[in-house]
């Protein structure tokens, strides 16, 4: 993964977020910053802030306090959809749901936004098309449509559609808790293609030992606050808080002393690498 410069200005940057819904705060002084080519993983028990976090960073939840930037764009000040919109062409966000138009096919899937939201030609957005879904083993499906695909080839070609629009950013949010465990490996793969190649990403996820592989940073969070955050061999391996350790003893085991698995897919050594070129 690439090194990062402690002193480059942060791609996004929350500071003394607050968010609630109606009495109930769910965000609760948000501190978090991520550089440009970093892969952040958000983690935290269910019902801790960790999916709001990710829809305030693009607009789709609006905070009471607080302020969000992404690049020059004071994500906070936003009140205008047009605005939001403009944010969302260099924020790329892959949900648990795959969110496919049905009635279109793979291809049509990823060519659409980039002819109508960034006025591509069909021979462009094709083309690009078509290389992204070789890169997550998708080419053979081009014709089908997201009915005739598993949960896991769904998701891969979500993923191909968030990188159509060529985004700074990609945030993921929980993308492998629909999928059965049979296909959560041929996700992961990709993601960490991506983040091999320098792509910034921040993920929520559940998958413990695969953030603990690719992550740079990792903030784990609990009732709205950021208990602790910092490398992913602090966190996994030392984390400081007695809360932390807790939490990971009972996700992944006691931190240091984890067993080895037999070709366990989320190993780096046992996934394959692939580039983008588009």
């Not at 080519?37 to 019902?47: K, L, M, Y």
């Not at 924020?91 to 009635?103: A, D, E, I, K, R």
């Not at 999928?179 to 190649?197: A, C, H, Q, S």
């Not at 609990?222 to 602090?234: D, L, M, T």
Request: proline share 5%; hydrophobic share 40%.
């Amino acid at each position: 993964m690439p090194s990062i410069e402690t002193v480059a200005e942060p791609l996004v940057s929350l500071r003394d977020l607050h968010l609630s819904f109606g009495s109930n705060p769910v965000l609760k002084g948000i501190d978090l910053d991520v550089y440009r080519g970093q892969a952040v993983s958000i983690i935290g028990p269910s019902g801790s802030g960790k999916s709001t976090i990710l829809r305030c960073i693009t607009g789709l939840l609006q905070p009471q306090r607080g302020s969000i930037r992404v690049g020059s764009t004071e994500v906070h000040t936003l009140v205008q959809e047009a605005q939001r919109i403009e944010l969302r062409k260099r924020v790329g966000f892959v949900f648990q749901q795959y969110n496919l138009f049905p009635h279109l096919s793979v291809l049509e899937n990823l060519v659409i936004a980039p002819r109508k939201v960034l006025g591509r030609s069909r021979a462009d957005a094709e083309k690009q098309a078509r290389a992204l879904l070789a890169k997550v083993r998708m080419e053979h499906k081009a014709d089908a449509y997201p009915g005739q695909l598993s949960g896991g080839q769904q998701q891969r070609v979500a993923i191909a559609r968030a990188l159509a629009m060529r985004p700074e950013l990609i945030l993921f949010d929980e993308v492998t808790s629909a999928l059965d465990p049979e296909t959560v490996g041929e996700v992961l793969t990709v993601i960490r293609e991506l983040t091999e190649e320098g792509m910034t990403c921040v993920l929520v996820t559940h998958e413990m030992r695969f953030a603990e592989e690719i992550s740079d940073i990792v903030y784990f969070t609990e009732n709205g606050v950021i208990v602790e955050h910092g490398s992913a061999a602090q966190i996994f391996q030392h984390p400081a808080s007695e809360r932390t350790q807790a939490f990971l003893r009972h996700a992944v085991g006691d931190p240091g002393r984890r067993p080895a698995v037999a070709n366990d897919p989320y190993l780096l050594t046992n996934l394959g690498r692939y580039s983008l070129s588009v």
